[in-house]
């Protein structure tokens, strides 16, 4: 019935703000197919406006975890005439609407404005997340319909928090070798916690480990290189951390690759499965992991960029069961870099890009690595179902590398200043833990 080249969805006691259609069709005109906005909750009690919710662009991987985009949606009527609506989802039927637009190809745009705002009537989802429950059974039937579609080997589960789901790599039929790199000198308490909790925890059945051994003379240590099944590749000083990871793909056997620090503990049995999940995904270049800090607080969940001039890990000190900022804990998603730390990525990728920038000597290699991955339109994905403990930085102390930094931002400060794809804009950037950002 409609005959607007562009048709926008609401609900119809929702309210827009006055410019909410011009700020979509500004974004629709620069060619986009679809494009959402910001939203907050509209009470009608107290005659508020609460409750405003900032969201990432276009993250399908936190999508598939979240019901996310929401309202205000808009996109051009051939597109939405295409997919329409399948009554089989009603209660979340825009949601399963746009995982049929994602799965299009469909170039989707986001507004960050708070442009809808969702009215809280008694009953609804707006006003209490326990509201309608058959809406979380046909959440997680249409996700697994997606991913049936999209030929992705997993599935969708109830997540630890309402409206979350976790999505879980099927069993496989064969296991691609995967080698972990670890750098490593002396520090033997480290090393044994490593090692011990990797060949005793890890459930995956394929892998190898290679120990890049930067002139260790202390004989726990040594011995402990001798005890494990590793292959040891000697690196002499002066320690480079990006060509010791180099050194050792090069000798790899494995098909994919896992960076992992030598002061890291595995916690998760399958947390190379989660990560070789992702790895295996064509439009992936990386993926991290959730790190925890001895205390069992949350230490890397990504990294957003901006934070203190040039990026940081965001989220940390936060609880590492809790939900995060509506499901940026829970959820995996894209971000636009992880840490090396603890880092996936296919081994045949990490050549073409050109290995890890030896001219980084101590920190920033794992980010420029990552938005060299970016640059060619691949994906980085941060998972919190693989988890491992890190006793952050013990082996460096507090050295900072300020030429790495001065490196950084030589080659990446403009892409630094436009902002975090994933770390909305009216947020806190210098806090990184979802606050709103001071006001201008």
């Not at 006003?127 to 969708?156: D, F, G």
């Not at 409206?163 to 296991?175: A, G, Q």
Request: charged residues 25%.
């Amino acid at each position: 019935m409609t005959r607007g080249e562009f048709v926008c969805f609401l609900d119809h006691d929702d309210l827009l703000a006055p410019e909410a259609l011009q700020a979509m069709y500004d974004v629709l005109s620069q060619g986009f197919d679809v494009v959402y906005s910001d939203e907050d909750k509209l009470d009608d009690n107290r005659r508020l406006l609460t409750e405003p919710f900032f969201k990432p662009d276009w993250s399908p991987e936190y999508f598939r975890g979240a019901m996310y985009v929401g309202h205000l949606l808009c996109l051009r009527r051939d597109l939405a005439c295409r997919v329409r609506f399948d009554t089989n989802f009603d209660g979340v039927q825009d949601f399963e609407f746009m995982l049929r637009v994602g799965e299009t190809g469909a170039r989707i745009g986001h507004v960050p404005r708070i442009l809808y705002h969702w009215r809280k009537t008694p009953g609804s989802i707006a006003e209490t997340s326990a509201a309608k429950p058959q809406a979380a059974v046909l959440q997680e039937k249409a996700v697994n319909a997606h991913l049936q579609r999209v030929n992705l080997p997993a599935e969708a589960r109830a997540g630890s928090a309402p409206h979350r789901l976790r999505i879980v790599p099927k069993p496989r039929s064969s296991s691609p070798k995967i080698s972990i790199i670890v750098p490593t000198r002396d520090s033997p308490d480290l090393l044994a916690r490593c090692l011990k909790s990797l060949f005793e925890t890890t459930a995956y059945p394929n892998y190898e480990v290679i120990l890049v051994d930067n002139d260790t003379g202390d004989a726990q240590a040594l011995e402990l290189m001798r005890h494990y099944p590793v292959t040891r590749i000697y690196l002499p000083n002066p320690f480079n951390f990006s060509r010791a990871n180099n050194l050792a793909a090069r000798r790899a056997d494995g098909e994919y690759l896992v960076f992992l620090n030598n002061d890291t503990e595995i916690i998760s049995r399958e947390w190379l499965d989660h990560l070789l999940y992702y790895a295996e995904q064509r439009d992936v270049g990386a993926v991290g992991a959730l790190l925890l800090h001895d205390d069992g607080s949350v230490q890397h969940a990504g990294v957003i960029l901006g934070m203190r001039g040039t990026a940081d890990h965001s989220m940390r000190g936060f609880r590492a069961k809790s939900d995060g900022y509506a499901g940026s804990l829970s959820c995996a998603r894209e971000v636009s870099a992880v840490t090396a730390a603890c880092m996936a990525v296919r081994k045949s990728t990490f050549f073409e890009v050109g290995e890890l920038n030896e001219h980084f000597f101590t920190i920033y290699q794992d980010l420029d690595f990552c938005l060299r991955l970016r640059e060619r339109g691949l994906r980085i994905i941060w998972t919190p179902q693989a988890v491992l403990l890190h006793h952050e930085s013990l082996s460096r102390q507090s050295y900072y590398d300020v030429v790495d930094r001065y490196l950084l931002l030589d080659q990446w400060e403009e892409v630094i200043q436009r902002g975090d794809p994933y770390y909305n804009r009216n947020l806190n950037v210098e806090r990184g833990d979802y606050s709103l950002a001071p006001e201008r």
